[in-house]
């Protein structure tokens, strides 16, 4: 077995989100196509929920885009009611993409991260 080690996924992704309501919509791009199925395989709906767990969403749903070697992550009820009914205003939209990048996984030794290129 190779040798793995624990990055955060800002070495090998980046996001974008929204928010509707109550919801934040997460969108995860993998900075090169091969990093695909490592995100595929460890960002997962479980995963991702424990993560944001301090945030209690209700439900949180991915739907894989491997075509762009992406996924969208959907966060239900995590926006303290929606950006006019909350007075928590840095929980709201890009705040909630920088934590998912915050989140770690494991990667071979030898995958090269995006500062070592």
Known sequence: MAAMREVMLREIAHARTGDKGNRTNIGLFAYEPEHYPLLVE???PER??????YRRPAQVLRYLLPTIAAM???LDEVLDGGVNDSLNLDMHGKALSFHLL???VMVPATTPLRGER
């Not at 991702?48 to 767990?53: D, G, I, L, P």
């Open 42 to 44: 460890q960002v997962t």
């Open 48 to 53: 991702v929920a424990e993560h944001f767990a």
């Open 72 to 74: 969208n992550l959907v």
């Open 102 to 104: 915050t989140m770690t």
